[in-house]
């Protein structure tokens, strides 16, 4: 009974450096979320997906980009990842696409020199 | 401009009493209200929803209170455990929001034996 797996759960970066944040659930849920939390703030949504093959922009999109590779995942990619990427983030789940995200997995770390 | 606020950065409360957490909102048009807890290092925690057609939802020991003339929303947590002890976050969302919900910057509670 994993909930949402998140890899990695640390990484660090140099400024232009990409990479791809990857998410899975085993609950069957249909919306996803990618989210990411400054210090001192509450989260923010980057994308979420109400369904598979749907994705949708969140309140801070710019330098992401996002893939519903199937009901069970996604992923969040940095092209060129920029120190302002600095963050915690976080994929979430939920059964429905109404009433927010309920099942989080916990977090990746990531730090960009 | 903070849309949803928590002015209280932290709250400290013995345990067997009531932990009482508050939440202010500026934008009217947020009809639906949700409550996460979040221990360190870990992802965030579904708690409660409250949807603005009513002003009182129960969970078990958790009850969130909200008065929408006001625009404030309230969690009570009675009676208050050690295991308590966490961030809180509310979040907010409306019709123009969608699953775009805005979180607050959270409390912290300590629940004190």
């Known amino acids: 009974n994993a909930g949402v797996t998140q890899t990695p759960k640390f990484q660090v970066l140099k400024t232009g450096q990409s990479m791809t944040l990857q998410c899975a659930q085993d609950m069957n849920h249909n919306s996803m979320y990618w989210y990411r939390q400054d210090p001192g703030m509450g989260l923010r949504l980057i994308y979420y997906?109400?369904?598979?093959?749907?994705?949708d922009k969140g309140e801070v999109p710019n330098g992401y980009n996002v893939s519903r590779l199937n009901k069970r995942e996604f992923s969040l990619r940095l092209e060129s990842a920029a120190p302002s990427q600095t963050s915690v983030y976080f994929c979430?789940?939920?059964?429905?696409?109404?009433?927010?995200?309920?099942?989080f997995g916990a977090g990746t770390r990531l730090s960009v020199l | 401009d903070q849309q949803v606020k928590q002015n209280s950065p932290s709250l400290s409360v013995q345990e067997g009493r009531i932990s009482i957490l508050n939440c202010d909102y500026t934008n009217s048009m947020f009809d639906y209200f949700l409550w996460y807890k979040k221990y360190p290092a870990e992802g965030p925690t579904f708690l409660i929803s409250i949807s603005s057609i009513k002003d009182k939802n129960e969970d078990g020991r958790f009850t969130v209170f909200l008065n929408k003339s006001a625009k404030h929303l309230s969690l009570h947590i009675v009676p208050s455990q050690p295991g308590d002890s966490a961030v809180y976050f509310c979040a907010a969302s409306g019709l123009d929001y969608g699953q775009n919900f805005v979180f607050g910057p959270g409390t912290r509670l300590s629940v004190l034996p």
């Open positions: 979430a789940s939920s059964e429905g696409p109404v009433g927010g995200a309920k099942s």
């Open positions: 997906s109400a369904s598979e093959g749907t994705t």
